[in-house]
Nanobody, 124 residues
Framework: QVQLVESGGGLVQAGGSLRLSCEASGRTFSIYYMGWFRQAPGKEREFVAAISWSEGSTTYEDSVKGRFTISRDNAKNTVYLQMNSLKPEDTAVYYC?????????????????WGQGTQVTVSS
C-alpha cells in the first residue's frame, strides 16, 4: 500500500501563487506516475498534471499549461504542484494520486492511491 498526504492549500487572490506538496510513504517503489487532480463543487474530478516517478516527464491539462509546474523530489518521496497566476476557476479541492500501472492515463478511476485532498480557493 501507498499513503499520500497533501499540504499547501489555502486562500489566495487572483494572480497569486500556491505550492502544493504530496508526500508518499509505504510501497512507493510500486508507483509509475504521480498525478494531481481537482474537483470543484458540482463537477467531476479532472486531471491537472502528472509526472513520471522515475523519468520526470510531465503532462499538463491545457488550461494550466504555462501556469502550473509539477515536479518531484525522489529522495523525499514528494511531488509538488507550483501554481502561479491563479484564477478563480482554479478553485477546487486538489488531490494527488499514484498510478501503479506503467500505462500512463489521465483518467482518475485508473489511479490506485489517493490523498485526502487540500482546498484551494482563489478570490477575484
Amino acid at each position: 500500500q501507498v499513503q499520500l498526504v497533501e499540504s499547501g492549500g489555502g486562500l489566495v487572490q487572483a494572480g497569486g501563487s500556491l505550492r502544493l506538496s504530496c508526500e508518499a510513504s509505504g510501497r512507493t517503489f510500486s508507483i509509475y506516475y504521480m498525478g494531481w487532480f481537482r474537483q470543484a463543487p458540482g463537477k467531476e474530478r479532472e486531471f491537472v498534471a502528472a509526472i513520471s516517478w522515475s523519468e520526470g516527464s510531465t503532462t499538463y491539462e491545457d488550461s494550466v499549461k504555462g501556469r502550473f509546474t509539477i515536479s518531484r523530489d525522489n529522495a523525499k518521496n514528494t511531488v509538488y504542484l507550483q501554481m502561479n497566476s491563479l484564477k478563480p476557476e482554479d478553485t477546487a479541492v486538489y488531490y494527488c494520486a499514484g498510478d501503479a500501472s506503467a500505462r500512463f492515463t489521465t483518467t482518475p478511476k485508473w489511479y490506485d492511491y489517493w490523498g485526502q485532498g487540500t482546498q484551494v480557493t482563489v478570490s477575484s
